[in-house]
């Protein structure tokens, strides 16, 4: 059985981000297992037409990593995972990288302070730290429709895109309305035959202040960094300037909601679709969506916006709730993700034998800083429960997560602690703080069911603070929050 030092699960931003962090901070002994081919994450599974980032990627890329040749202020997909490719090459990592690879099950035995860990290629590792970046949006949630299994066409999700199939000319639906969709269908609608968009929610969607960066800029941002820096600098506090609006104070939501009206004014004159596409809840309890293509793609000809729920799928069709059949070739479902269970949840078993989805089975998802949780020594998440973000950068939470891992492994080195594990109270404390945090802010109280919400009705997947709040509170590896193990004899013997 191999032994590494630390494992970690995911070579996306966060995965490939800790990995290149432990190096500079002189860890060699570390593995990173990634269930799929390449570096990247979601941004190597999210291929579908128009797939591109909603927060400008000045800001949404490694602070350690800035990248002089964006080409526009919010880049289309290709240009993200050739990033992530290119700072994965740079950073000489990547010969600890073990690709189409997944852990199957991480079980902690507390005797021996370990994780031991069995992988899908039938080899088992056991590592002192687990490091899950796995992600939050990672597993496709695929729609519960009666006869969809049925379905004679092609079906995929948006998150695993058939590139084989040539849509032009075809008959194509897409289900959902979310950012993924309002990506995809304006893109399909330039070459599909038809295309019938299933809207079940309405979203908001405010215009794209999208442009490409000139030479010049691209220039000063190459030669004088203090200008890409003092740029990105901008960027951040403008998207923070939500939080208020988001959490405490919904007037402030007034001029977003101002662009959203006039976006649907100026894209659609049609009166009924402009009825049918304006949401009736809160702006901001569901994600805000951003795009100057979505309204006037659904107000083309050869695209409708159906509204009636679907009944059933047949061999050949969507049949909606109205009776009325509509044949299609070619299905997306365009549904999102599993957010509130996540799967890597079903296949890590703590010091009790239990794993994470049934101890979150009756809380919902919880932790402690959204990194660690009771029960489960030595296991980091990043992503966790409560880090996600609605207005900015989650490479930004990314990387405060992992500096707070870094120093949580320096302070076990230098302390001799085999294990750390959060103060079952201190979590609790954390948790109630959030969810108090929680009840005023427009993702509950908006009048809308999103993503951000478990089947209870708890948000167990947004920071509901400032992300530099988030960012302090991660500065330092707080050890005293935290239940510690010096090494025993029983280490020694089973690494001997
Ligand atoms: O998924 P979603 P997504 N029948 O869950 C509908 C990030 N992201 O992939 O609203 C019919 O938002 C569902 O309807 P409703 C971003 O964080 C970022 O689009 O639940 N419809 C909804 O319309 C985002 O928030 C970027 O009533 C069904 C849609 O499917 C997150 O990923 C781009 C249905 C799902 O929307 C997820 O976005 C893309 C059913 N049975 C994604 N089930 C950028 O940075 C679900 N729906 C640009």
């Not at 990506?183 to 809207?199: C, F, K, M, N, W």
């Not at 009756?362 to 660690?372: I, S, V």
Request: net charge negative; charged share 20%; glycine share 8%.
């Amino acid at each position: 059985m191999t032994h590494v030092k630390h494992l970690v699960i995911g070579a996306g931003f966060a995965g490939l981000g800790t990995a290149i962090k432990l190096q500079e901070n002189g860890e060699t002994d570390f593995l990173v297992i990634e269930k799929s081919s390449d570096v990247g994450g979601t941004w190597q599974a999210n291929t579908y037409p128009g797939a591109a980032c909603d927060v400008p990627s000045q800001l949404y890329s490694y602070s350690f990593a800035p990248n002089p040749d964006w080409s526009m202020s919010f880049s289309p997909q290709p240009e993200i995972q050739a990033y992530i490719q290119r700072v994965a090459d740079e950073s000489g990592v990547l010969d600890r990288f073990r690709f189409d690879t997944a852990v199957e099950r991480a079980v902690w035995d507390d005797p021996a302070q370990v994780w031991e860990v069995d992988l899908s290629d039938g080899t088992t590792v056991t590592t002192q730290t687990l490091v899950s970046g796995s992600g939050g949006l990672s597993e496709p949630k695929l729609p519960d429709i009666d006869g969809i299994e049925g379905f004679q066409g092609e079906v995929f999700h948006s998150a695993r895109w058939n590139h084989d199939i040539d849509l032009a000319g075809k008959r194509v639906a897409v289900i959902g309305t979310g950012a993924s969709s309002i990506q995809i269908v304006p893109e399909l609608a330039r070459t599909v035959g038809h295309l019938d968009v299933y809207q079940r929610t309405a979203p908001w969607v405010i215009p794209r202040n999208d442009r490409a960066y000139t030479g010049l800029e691209k220039l000063a941002f190459r030669h004088l960094p203090l200008v890409q820096k003092v740029y990105r600098t901008a960027i951040y506090w403008g998207r923070e300037l939500y939080v208020p609006a988001f959490t405490r104070n919904p007037a402030l939501a007034l001029p977003a909601l101002k662009l959203a009206r006039a976006n649907i004014a100026r894209g659609i004159k049609d009166p009924e679709l402009r009825a049918a596409v304006t949401p009736d809840f809160r702006i901001g309890c569901k994600r805000i969506l951003i795009s100057n293509t979505y309204y006037p793609a659904l107000a083309a000809d050869h695209v409708e916006l159906v509204t009636d729920g679907i009944s059933k799928i047949t061999g050949d069709a969507v049949v909606t709730t109205d009776g009325v059949e509509r044949p299609v070739d070619v299905l997306v479902v365009a549904t999102g993700f599993h957010t509130t269970e996540q799967p890597i949840a079903q296949r890590v078993v703590g010091r009790d034998g239990r794993t994470l989805s049934e101890t979150w089975a009756e809380t919902g998802m919880t932790a402690y800083k959204g990194t660690t949780v009771h029960g489960f020594p030595n296991l980091f998440q990043i992503v966790g429960p409560n880090t996600g973000l609605a207005h900015s950068s989650m490479v930004f939470m990314i990387e405060s997560q992992i500096n707070y891992i870094v120093d949580a492994i320096r302070t076990m080195d230098r302390a001799g602690h085999s294990s750390v594990e959060p103060h079952r109270d201190v979590q609790e404390a954390w948790n109630d703080d959030l969810q108090r945090r929680m009840q005023q802010t427009v993702w509950n109280t908006g009048g809308c069911a999103s993503w951000y919400l478990d089947e209870h009705g708890r948000n167990t997947t947004l920071w509901p603070r400032s992300t530099f709040t988030f960012r302090r509170l991660l500065a330092r590896f707080d050890v005293e929050a935290y239940d510690v193990t010096a090494p025993t004899p029983i280490k020694e013997k089973v690494s001997a």
